[in-house]
Nanobody, 126 residues
Framework: QVQLVESGGGLVQAGGSLRLSCAASGRIFGNYAMGWFRQAPGKEREFVAAISWNGDSTYYADSVKGRFTISRDNAGNTVYLQMNSLKPEDTDVYYC???????????????????WGKGTLVTVSS
């Protein structure tokens, strides 16, 4: 069993930066690909970024490529999302997820995503 707890959300002005963290419990954190998703009210949850179990490979949605960076610390059971050059359209609840593969995250494959966090709100003001 893995529990995921996000933190680091908040209010920031457009052009600013935030770093989200996702702390995982359980000793099998290193076995999972990890990812970030976001969801606005009334909209579907969308893929943001993913990182392989060993951190060697990263993947990004086109909308955040070049602005967001995902990283992980397996010793500390934590995955991060550094968000720079934030835009008002980045305003969403951001969720952390653990999956059997990066592909499962990129394709939002429900059967492959085993754990979700409860989310942290990011608000970008114009």
């Amino acid at each position: 069993q893995v529990q995921l707890v996000e933190s680091g959300g908040g209010l920031v002005q457009a052009g600013g930066s935030l770093r989200l963290s996702c702390a995982a419990s359980g000793r099998i954190f290193g076995n999972y690909a990890m990812g970030w998703f976001r969801q606005a009210p009334g909209k579907e949850r969308e893929f943001v970024a993913a990182i392989s179990w060993n951190g060697d490979s990263t993947y990004y949605a086109d909308s955040v490529k070049g602005r967001f960076t995902i990283s992980r610390d397996n010793a500390g059971n934590t995955v991060y999302l550094q968000m720079n050059s934030l835009k008002p359209e980045d305003t969403d609840v951001y969720y952390c997820a653990a999956a059997i593969s990066s592909t499962a995250l990129i394709k939002s494959m429900a059967g492959g995503i085993h754990y979700w966090g409860k989310g942290t709100l990011v608000t970008v003001s114009s």
